[in-house]
């Protein structure tokens, strides 16, 4: 319960080296992304984060996947546009 707690606080925190406002609670199965510079209107790269507390601080395997997943580049954008009402 307290490990969530962090989760959701952790942009308040003082170890917390972004700016709060630019973070997004995610929860699952990352806990946050963190856009820098969003508040001043000139994001400069996303931030894939997860908060751990206690002393054993350590990934879970689907979390250390993601890490990896991450760190090869297997990241990509999409959109999904939906037609609006009388549209296609």
């Not at 959701?8 to 997004?24: G, N, S, V």
């Not at 894939?48 to 993601?66: A, D, H, V, Y």
Request: proline share 9%.
């Amino acid at each position: 319960m307290v490990g969530k707690f962090t989760e959701q606080m952790a942009p308040y925190l003082p170890e917390f080296k972004y700016d709060p406002t630019e973070a997004r609670f995610i929860g699952s199965p990352i806990d946050l992304i963190v856009f820098p510079g969003l508040a001043r209107g000139d994001p400069e790269e996303i931030v894939i984060m997860e908060i751990k507390t206690g002393k054993n601080c350590q990934l879970t395997p689907q979390e250390r996947k993601i890490r990896q997943l991450i760190e090869d580049g297997m990241v990509r954008w999409e959109l999904l546009q939906k037609p609006a009402e009388g549209e296609g």
